[in-house]
Every structure is written in C-alpha cells, then in structure tokens.
C-alpha cells in the first residue's frame, strides 16, 4: 500500500531552520515528481516547491525562493525540505505530495496535480 509519511515539523523561532523529511513506502518515488504544500488554517492549499523525477528540476514559489530548498534521495525512497529564514507567515501544516511522471517531466506548483499525499506535518515560526 503506497504510503507518504512527513516528519520534522515542530517550533522554531523567527529566522531559524527546519528539515522536513518526507518518506515514501510501498512505491518507487523515483518514478515519481515530490512537491511541498501548505496550508494555513482555512485557507487553500499553496504548491511551495516541486522536484521532478530524472533530471531533478526544480521549481518554488517566490515566497520561499532562496529559503526553503527541496531535494530527493532516491535511494532511501525519501524527499527532503530545508526550512531556513523562517517568518510568522510560513507557519502552516506542510504536505508531501506525489505524482507519477515521465522521466524529466517538468514538475508542478499546482497542489490538484498531485494524487499521493502525507498527513502533513505542522510548522510552527514564533516571533
């Protein structure tokens, strides 16, 4: 049974760092584009970085670009997202997400692409 597991969310001051860790089971997420979402209570869920199977492209909105940074480790069926310069405004649940793509295909921001997802893992960024 595919299953995406996200951990290493907890709270952090203003300007501190976080490494979210996202582990895939019952599938080969090498086959696969890994995006981070988030959510803030109430509202809609924000596509924040993406990283593609293959070549590893990868792609973040400007609000964390610079900031945040995604990888992936294949061989540890795992994907990764190093939380830096955190502020008040990225305190939100953070998902990992999945899809199945071509080798290379260009990734997505867009959270409806995505059909595997975690439970999350909440971020909390205190002044």
């Known amino acids: 049974q595919a299953q995406i597991v996200e951990s290493g969310g907890g709270v952090v001051q203003s300007v501190g760092s976080l490494r979210l860790s996202c582990t895939a089971s019952g599938f080969n997420l090498g086959y696969y584009a890994v995006g981070w979402v988030r959510q803030a209570p109430g509202k809609e869920r924000e596509g924040i970085s993406c990283?593609?199977?293959?070549?590893?492209?990868?792609y973040y909105v400007d609000s964390v670009k610079d900031r945040f940074t995604i990888s992936r480790d294949n061989e540890r069926n795992m994907a990764f997202h190093e939380l830096s310069n955190l502020k008040p405004e990225d305190w939100r649940v953070y998902f990992c997400?999945?899809?199945?793509?071509?080798?290379?295909?260009?990734?997505?921001?867009?959270?409806?692409?995505?059909?595997?997802w975690g439970k999350g893992s909440q971020v909390t960024v205190t002044e």
């Open positions: 990283i593609s199977n293959g070549n590893g492209r990868l």
């Open positions: 997400a999945t899809e199945h793509a071509p080798v290379g295909f260009a990734c997505t921001l867009e959270p409806q692409t995505y059909n595997n």
